[in-house]
């Protein structure tokens, strides 16, 4: 039953499965009235497998972890009207043979696309690709990591007869129904957005088998009811499986709080993704040089954005310094970073030497001897160098945007894990002269919960789900702080960038 707004007066609910690159979790969501609540079932670590000189995702795994999940909630006696899953973009699991899995897939920051990627670049050419696709060049992209399994495991491909995005293989775990969401298929360099399916003059090029690419399907599918497996393994009762977005960013960008036109979004966690939602592409030559892309949104909407490395930067640092036997949480780093001088080392957080290193403090180490600068010593001058770094990308990227777009940016929405960070949120206001608005931090799973209320009609459309997110969940407010040292801050920084 709904009220005349179209407001559910019944509380339903929805499970979200959100996957990021450190972490998974199972969340329930309860709608009544307009407003949300979230509550976290069950968390669990995430992280990439080395086997055999290679990078892998524990895909099983992860669904194993998902379906105790379900067991928790069945053991509470909750029954879900949805369920969806959302994971990160680009990554993808091999079928086939009438088996559910050839090989454990890779892992995005796997080296093995290293020489495809050139190769593509050179053979198919740069125009071409972006003209098919509108998507930024990055090594990590599906499409290079279909070349080298055709030029590294070609019996592999021999036996493949379908390939799944993760969040969309998991939806099919629990589904049955092998389908893939439009706003993770926009991830893989393969997927023409004015087309609206995938690029067969890109699979053709990369000798791909165009029957193994699945059927794509609007954000917001049911896709069909768990199934009685996984019914009878956690003893949750059948709930409908949804196409949600199923790319993490496209249920978090969803979920932005925002009105009218005059607003960009960052989601900001391990990448750090900034751009605009647009009503339809825009592939142009300038926005293919500046290296902006084109990812589908829900309702039709086009992601346009800039997808660069975020708090990756931090949380590797973290992560060498415990093996190290130095154990700091974020809210320290953030407090030592507070009180430590301002702009002392800067760093392109793009170059290259950030991808994948294997020590990267002693990366940016050698990034500021290579630039001339003084190093960072201490953790908190190493956070404060990253996230000062970070938020004058942040402004250099929303300059772009308005060029690009010919909008005018007013407002900043920082949602999801960095926008607890009140001292990045600080310099993100600082180095872009706009108003930033944070939060939701769980806006991942906010959008994946209310984009299964849209499917089911519980909800209208993309505008009254941000208005269910504006009544639920509160907001913070920084303003910008200019000062003569940021100014001369934002000069060096774009000499860096010009270095690159």
């Given amino acids: 039953m709904l009220r ?3 407001f559910s007066i019944m509380t339903k609910h929805y499970i979200a499965c959100d996957l990021g690159a450190e972490s998974g979790r199972v969340m329930l969501g309860r709608l009544a009235d307009g407003k949300l609540t979230l509550e976290e079932v069950h968390r669990f670590p995430n992280h990439a497998i080395r086997v055999a000189n290679s990078m892998r995702w524990n895909v099983l795994g992860i669904f194993e972890h998902l379906k105790e999940g379900l067991r928790i909630l069945a053991q509470r006696g909750i029954s879900a009207a949805g369920l969806s899953v959302d994971s990160w973009g680009v990554d993808y699991v091999w079928m086939g043979a009438g088996q559910p899995m050839l090989g454990v897939p890779h892992h995005y920051r796997d080296p093995r696309t290293t020489a495809p990627y050139q190769n593509a670049l050179e053979n198919i ?5 972006f003209g098919e696709t509108g998507i930024q060049f990055m090594q990590l992209n599906t499409m290079y990591q279909m070349l080298a399994d055709v030029e590294q495991c070609p019996e592999l491909i021999k036996l493949a007869d379908r390939f799944l995005t993760i969040a969309d293989y998991l ?13 993770l298929a926009s991830t893989t360099q393969l997927y023409n957005p004015v087309a609206g399916n995938w690029s067969d003059k890109l699979i053709e090029a990369c000798g791909l088998p165009r029957d193994a690419f699945p059927e794509i399907v609007a954000s917001g599918t049911v896709l069909g009811s768990l199934t009685e497996e996984v019914q009878a393994e956690t003893k949750l009762a059948a709930a409908q499986v949804i196409a949600t977005c199923s790319h993490d960013t496209g249920a978090a960008v969803a979920a932005v709080p925002g009105e009218g036109e005059e607003w960009a979004y960052l989601s900001s966690g391990t990448w750090s993704l900034i751009g605009v939602e647009l009503p339809e592409p825009l592939i142009s030559e300038k926005a293919r040089t500046e290296n902006f892309t084109n990812e589908a949104g829900f309702g039709g909407t086009t992601r346009f954005l800039k997808n660069i490395i975020g708090l990756w930067l931090l949380q590797e640092c973290r992560r060498s310094w ?16 507070e009180a430590s001088e301002p702009f002392r080392s800067l760093v392109n957080p793009n170059d290259n030497r950030f991808l994948q290193p294997p020590d990267m403090p002693a990366a940016i180490v050698d990034y500021c001897h290579s630039t001339s600068q003084p190093v960072p010593e201490t953790p908190g001058q190493f956070t404060r160098c990253i996230l ?7 402004g250099k990227s929303l300059g772009i945007l308005e060029e690009l777009t010919g909008r005018t940016i007013r407002q900043l929405h920082i949602v999801g894990g960095g926008s607890q960070s009140t ?3 600080q310099f993100a206001a600082n180095a872009t002269g706009r108003t930033v608005v944070a939060g939701p931090v769980e806006a991942t799973a906010i959008g994946n919960v209310l984009i299964q209320a849209i499917a089911l009609g519980d909800i209208r459309d993309l505008v009254e789900l941000r208005q269910v997110v504006r009544n639920s969940l509160p907001v913070e407010y920084y303003h910008p702080q200019p000062s003569p040292e940021l100014q001369s801050a934002i000069e060096r920084f774009s000499d860096l960038r010009a270095r690159r």
């Fill in 171 to 183: 939806n099919y775990l629990f589904s049955g129904v092998a389908k893939c969401e439009v706003s």
């Fill in 125 to 129: 050419g740069r125009e071409t690709i």
């Fill in 423 to 425: 001292l990045l949120n």
């Fill in 322 to 337: 415990e093996r190290d036997g130095v154990c700091h949480d974020y809210a320290e780093l953030n407090q030592m970073a």
């Fill in 388 to 394: 000062e770094s970070l938020s004058l990308l942040y």
């Fill in 4 to 6: 005349p707004h179209g």
